[in-house]
């Protein structure tokens, strides 16, 4: 099992920054990649971006790219979010998650690829 546990989300205005923090303990080694998903109210869970533990290969959602950027220290387990210039439809439940089967294409952007989750961190950006 793994366990994953967000932090650092909050109330902010428009154009400011947030860098959320995903802490993973248990058998992280059996894991491969590392996701953020957020989901607004009444919306589906969505991409946000994603890396990989072996290497520095990103993805990100257009929505956020360029703004927001992922990051991962090994040595600690740990993959954080930097959002900078954020916007109102920034906001939502931000989930880490982690991932330890293959994927294929662009199924690293549904949440069924996905093995573990963390409780989620809530970011609400006023405009």
């Known amino acids: 099992q793994v366990q994953l546990v967000e932090s650092g989300g909050g109330l902010v205005q428009a154009g400011d920054s947030l860098r959320l923090s995903c802490a993973a303990s248990g058998r992280t080694a059996s894991t491969s990649h590392m996701a953020w998903f957020r989901q607004a109210p009444g919306q589906e869970r969505e991409f946000v971006a994603r890396?990989?533990?072996?290497?520095?290969?990103?993805t990100y959602a257009d929505s956020i790219k360029g703004r927001f950027t992922i990051s991962r220290d090994n040595a600690k387990n740990t993959v954080f979010l930097q959002m900078n210039s954020l916007k109102a439809e920034d906001t939502a439940t931000y989930y880490c998650?982690?991932?330890?089967?293959?994927?294929?294409?662009?199924?690293?952007?549904?949440?069924?690829?996905?093995?573990?989750w963390g409780q989620g961190t809530q970011v609400t950006v006023s405009s």
């Open positions: 890396i990989r533990w072996s290497d520095t290969f990103t």
């Open positions: 998650a982690a991932g330890s089967r293959p994927y294929y294409g662009l199924e690293y952007k549904s949440p069924l690829t996905y093995d573990y």
